[in-house]
């Protein structure tokens, strides 16, 4: 099970460390100060409506969580 979780992670840090989202802050973490348009992948400091704001996760802990989901559903 150990390495089904690990396999895991790794998608979802591959993912997120391609995300408009990703800022290497805390060793990773997704950019709560950005805005990101979920189709074109475009990113803002500034509200825009049906944008995604990050949520501020630190990345390598929210990957390993089996059901914990993307803000941006990326994963």
Not at 37 to 53: C, G, L, M, Q, R
Request: charged share 25%.
């Amino acid at each position: 099970m150990l390495e089904a979780n690990d396999e895991l992670a790794k998608k979802r840090l591959n993912i997120c460390l391609a995300c408009p989202l990703y800022s290497s802050r805390l060793g990773g973490s997704c950019n709560g100060n950005l805005y990101m348009d979920p189709i074109t992948e475009d990113v803002s400091t500034k509200f825009h409506k049906d944008w995604v704001k990050g949520c501020n996760c630190i990345i390598r802990q929210n990957t390993r969580v089996p059901d914990a989901e993307c803000v941006a559903g990326k994963w």
